[in-house]
């Protein structure tokens, strides 16, 4: 009866010369490529839930007359990624609780053109505390591809009227319960 080990060593050779001709680089091939010390864990690899939910407000005035948008980041657990350069970080899905989209329109729309709040990213929000909210125009040739393009807060003033008075985020979601 032949041995089979040589056959299955060129076989797993070949496959892995393959693999590595369509790569242009060492840095894309996967986690593989980096030792067990190289690879950082960016977030816990084990969350403590599996979904998070961050209430958010914002309180803006346009053209004098104040609003209030009310609405909470739905954040769920979707696995880990291969980020490259050897780190490992957890995936989530973000969506809102009341609404479709991840966009929250503030205001009355102008020329054909809405000023809206993003809340911003689930990753940075649970792996690492951070909300990093943006406010957005949305609507024809606002000057990205998906015709919405980031807004200062002065052009937003002066081009939409709207000022943002408060804006707070409860990032309490995220912080360990106590033992009861």
């Given amino acids: 009866m032949p041995h089979t080990f040589p056959l299955r060593t060129a076989s797993l050779a070949l496959a892995g010369a393959l693999a590595l001709a369509g790569c242009s680089s060492f840095d894309a091939l996967s986690p593989l490529t980096c030792s ?10 084990k969350p403590a839930h ?31 990624e291969y980020q490259g350069e050897c780190e490992n970080s957890n995936r989530w899905s973000a969506s809102l609780a009341r609404g479709p989209g991840l966009r ?10 809405q000023v809206a709040f993003d809340p911003g990213d689930c990753e940075l929000l649970v792996n690492h505390g951070q909300d990093q909210p943006a406010y957005l125009v949305v609507g024809r040739d606002a000057g990205e591809a998906d015709d919405a393009a980031m807004l200062e807060p002065l052009s937003m003033r002066r081009d939409y009227g709207i000022r943002i008075v408060d804006y707070r985020i409860d990032l309490s979601a995220r912080q360990p319960q106590a033992a009861r």
């Avoid at 067990?36 to 690899?45: K, M, Q, S, T, V």
């Avoid at 929250?104 to 053109?113: D, F």
Wanted: charged share 35%; aromatic share 10%; net charge positive.
């Fill in 36 to 45: 067990r010390n190289e690879i950082r864990e960016l977030g816990d690899a």
């Fill in 50 to 80: 599996r979904r998070y939910s961050f209430p958010f407000r914002i309180e803006y005035e346009q053209d004098g007359r104040r609003g209030v948008a009310e609405n909470s980041l739905v954040c769920v657990y979707l696995g880990r």
């Fill in 104 to 113: 929250v329109p503030l205001g009355t729309a102008r020329n054909g053109r």
